[in-house]
């Protein structure tokens, strides 16, 4: 048997058709008991069967292997907890033939957020357990002994076994039900072939809201008893969004209902089970009264991700987990189309910039992976559920549906989805169905995005009625790596009518912008990457940049341009490739900007650079703080504090952050009018001073001028966390607390986070630390890292706690801390978070290195900070 010992997968004696499953959780002792028969066929002579279980008692006695001619007992049955295999071994060789593997066992109802587990809930003040599934990336196996790898497809009939007043819910619907005493007996239609890690069983007490659509799929929202109102939102969108993929996919949704279901304790933000979503509460609930635009627009894209996975990743599977990008990137990707078409007002392809941007972020560091990451063993799958495989991922099928056009992407992919249709594909089998498609090179054009990590920044200088090219890969370290890219370039001249495209294949080029009829002269503009649908930086020359920012100006850039002019510049700064002055500089030419998504990233840059500066030059820290006040002033006055009748959607999310950011820097007035309308929300929390949008704004405000010696803040604070059941209440709460300037107060949030006030699921929210607690945070991470470690430690929460307190500082000293502090504590799971986290520090440590020896820095802050507008 320890032949199989350290194997990462498993060997291909046998292959599961059907898994007949009947499991009896008790809810109040935590434990679940339980059958499966497996039908399967032995493909190979063997005396071994092995498959995946994980803490499982399994009775021996019970496991046999059934055919049509023999019953075969078997002689000795092992679970290999470190590798997470049960090996089961027969006295004679079994033939090769259908057969029945019949195993009874037993398991525990955890509290890791993974597998069957036990997520609580009050009714009535009364604390009550709901068990819930959660199988992806690869833990069904801690439900019930199975193949628990992608491709291994079957059949699954369930049948529960629970208390008779409980709703018992899983991906299909009631085909019977009996009653058995106290208990019921549930069973469940067959399920269409699908993979284990789709799997779902939730078993509570729920109130739901039901609608269906128009070709009678009925759909309901379960949320916990008395949250029903706060579900009609996401079954509005959920409706609609099915109907919507049906016609974009070319193929119906394949199940005969869809449940959603809000889950108190809920490790991702939700989980694609074949007919049976699972969510948080923050990503499924809306309260009229209490929710924000933000939070509207979370669970609408949300919702749209995860019904996109019911064809995306349910029909159509991946193959290995190699290929998970397939699945999360495609998913994200088209969750803005179905945004797009029902909220067309919500601009949502400007906000796709937002995950772009992440990716970017992300895959600038040379601990990055390709979107194509070779996956060795199960326990390597959490780390990769990351910017990489959701937003690069999304972004580079952004930029080649752009390329081949939206109709011949469409048409492409529902051939795709329909060759594939339950079964597994790889991605070059996506390609492959859009090169048919469109007559396209996609397979050569997008290895070298999918195969490689990192990309390209495009450098373009105009010189002699020429415009030149190269490309290099970009890293934000500032080091130059040897990756070359088939780039999808875009460019447009003094006007979006002058527009040009071509593959860029080589390392450099040229084109006569002649044929484009451009004048140059200072203020000459040429955009490339027009829209930002290429996954792409671009550093232009000094006249360029000049051109690029009288167009901003002057209001000849349409918003997606106008952010990526700023992102790039930002990039490019931080890898000192240009001055912190040429950013500021051109920071400035924003200052009467109003759109959303563009504001929202300059706000982020502005966070970024106030920290780097405390560090490098702590002396010109007030200015460049007033630079960003000024900056802000504009649209904070535009927009003032209370929402106007018949205002945006954008314009409401837009409030919050204006307000938030300038409660950050420290503004005056802003803090004492947050502090006036928090107040008056204490004492009246019916009070039209608070409304949602405003609420982070003014819970950041407060907490600046929170201190040891002035508390009463703080302690009204955490009594609205205490007094609500919102959720989205609770986390906006936690993620503003943090932001105290005052190290003491910062380390009260930080204990107060472990506490069991705080779900565990929620936790890492209170790590957002202002600049002035970084230190008191890194202090309390070491202290408390067994048990941090233990708590979090099994699931993909655990690598939040690193980076959050990590990312931050900015010296060698401090990486040589850090890391030797992990030498002797790091495992597998945050291994490659730690090497990234440390990789920022690094970053930062040079770019305060660069700052510092800046010349004309001071002049530069201190001209644009008393500038007068």
């Known amino acids: 048997m320890d032949q199989f010992k350290g194997q990462a997968r498993l060997p291909k004696f046998a292959a599961p058709k059907q898994y007949d499953i009947h499991l009896k959780p008790d809810l109040s002792a935590c434990t679940f008991s339980g059958t499966v028969s497996i039908h399967l066929d032995i493909v190979s002579t063997t005396k071994f069967i092995v498959l995946n279980a994980a803490d499982l008692s399994v009775n021996s006695n019970s496991v046999s292997l059934k055919t049509s001619s023999k019953v075969f007992q078997a002689v000795k049955v092992e679970l290999f907890e470190a590798d997470e295999i049960l090996v089961v071994e027969f006295g004679e060789t079994l033939p090769i033939q259908s057969g029945i593997l019949g195993i009874e066992f037993d398991g525990i109802l955890n509290d890791k957020m993974k597998g069957f587990y036990k997520s609580s809930y009050e009714i009535d003040g009364e604390k009550k357990n709901m068990g819930v599934t959660q199988f992806e990336p690869a833990d069904a196996r801690r ?9 291994c497809k079957a059949k699954f009939k369930i049948t529960l076994e629970v208390l008779t007043e409980l709703v018992a819910l899983s991906n299909m619907p009631v085909v019977e039900e009996k009653v058995n005493g106290p208990l019921k007996i549930v069973s469940y239609q067959e399920t269409p072939i699908m993979s284990t890690y789709l799997v779902a069983v939730v078993v509570g007490l729920f109130d739901y809201v039901e609608d269906h659509t128009s070709d009678g799929i009925k759909v309901r929202v379960y949320c916990q008893v008395g949250k029903a109102d706060q579900g009609k939102f996401a079954l509005h969108v959920a409706v609609k969004t099915l109907e919507l993929y049906k016609d974009y996919f070319s193929v119906q949704y394949p199940l005969p209902k869809l449940d959603m279901i809000a889950i108190p304790d809920f490790a991702a933000g939700a989980m694609e089970n074949y007919g049976l979503v699972t969510y948080r509460e923050t990503a499924l609930l809306f309260d009229d009264k209490h929710s924000a635009a933000s939070n509207k627009q979370r669970v609408c894209t949300v919702v749209a991700h995860e019904l996109a996975h019911q064809w995306f990743g349910n029909l159509v599977t991946m193959e290995w987990w190699t290929d998970l990008w397939l699945n999360e990137g495609f998913a994200t990707w088209v969750s803005y189309l179905a945004a797009d078409s029902l909220f067309p007002g919500w601009k949502i392809w400007t906000q796709f910039l937002d995950e772009t941007t992440a990716g970017l972020r992300l895959d600038g560091l040379e601990e990055s992976h390709p979107i194509e990451v070779e996956i060795n063993h199960a326990s390597e799958i959490d780390e990769i559920f ?28 529902a051939a795709y989805i329909k060759k594939y249709a339950y079964s597994n594909a790889k991605t070059e089998d996506l390609w492959a169905a859009l090169e048919e498609g469109s007559g396209e090179p996609v397979n050569k054009l997008m290895n070298s995005w999918t195969r490689q990590m990192g990309y390209p920044v495009v450098s373009v200088k105009l ?6 090219f190269e490309q290099s890969q970009f890293f934000s370290s500032g080091s130059r790596g040897d990756g070359q890219w088939i780039v999808p370039i875009t460019l447009c001249c003094g006007s979006y009518d002058a527009h040009k495209s071509f593959l860029l294949q080589s390392k450099s080029e040229s084109l006569d912008v002649k044929e484009f009829g451009l004048v140059e002269n200072r203020n000459t503009w040429v955009k490339l990457n027009v829209n930002q649908t290429g996954f792409y930086r671009v550093k232009y020359d000094d006249d360029l940049a000049a051109g690029l920012r009288y167009a901003i100006e002057k209001k000849r850039l349409n918003e997606m341009d106008r952010f990526g002019v700023l992102d790039d510049a930002f990039a490019l700064c931080m890898a000192r490739h240009q001055p912190l002055t040429s950013l500021l500089t051109l920071m400035n030419a924003y200052r009467e900007e109003l759109e959303y998504t563009v504001l929202s990233n300059l706000i982020a840059i502005s966070y970024k650079i106030i920290r780097i500066a405390a560090d490098a030059t702590p002396e010109l820290l007030e200015s460049i703080n007033q630079i960003f006040v000024n900056l802000f002033q504009f649209s904070a006055e535009k927009l003032g504090w209370d929402p106007k009748q018949g205002e945006s959607h954008l314009d409401a999310m837009l409030r919050g952050e204006i307000l938030t950011a300038l409660a950050e820097f420290g503004h005056g007035p802003t803090l004492d009018e947050a502090n006036r309308r928090f107040f008056a929300f204490v004492d009246d929390r019916n009070t039209p001073l608070l409304p949602p949008d405003i609420r982070k704004a003014a819970y950041v405000g407060v907490m600046q001028r929170v201190s040891t010696s002035n508390r009463s803040g703080y302690e009204s604070l955490l009594r609205v966390y205490r007094e609500t059941d919102l959720s989205q209440e609770k986390t906006r ?3 503003s607390l943090a932001s105290c300037p005052d190290p003491n107060i910062v380390l009260e949030v930080l204990n107060f986070v472990l506490t069991p006030e705080v779900r565990s699921q929620d936790a890492v929210f209170g790590l957002a630390v202002s600049k002035e607690g970084r230190e008191t945070a890194w202090i309390w991470l070491r202290e408390k890292w067994d048990y941090i470690s233990k708590t979090w430690g099994s699931g993909f929460l655990i690598t939040r706690f690193v980076s959050a307190v990590v990312s931050p500082f900015a010296s060698s000293d401090k990486a040589a801390e850090i890391s030797e502090f992990f030498a002797t504590r790091s495992v597998s799971s945050i291994a490659r978070t730690l090497k990234q986290s440390l990789e920022r520090v690094s970053i930062n440590a040079k770019w305060v290195e660069s700052i510092q020896n800046e010349k004309h820095l001071a002049e530069v802050v201190s001209e644009l900070a008393h500038r007068k507008y």
């Open 463 to 468: 010189k002699d009625h020429k415009l030149e």
């Open 733 to 735: 709460i936690l993620g």
């Open 386 to 413: 990351d910017a990489i495989s959701y937003r690069k991922g999304a972004s580079v099928i952004r930029m080649l549906q752009s390329y081949l056009g939206a109709e011949s992407f469409q048409r492409s992919l």
């Open 143 to 151: 439900c019930f002994p199975c193949w628990d790898e992608p491709a």
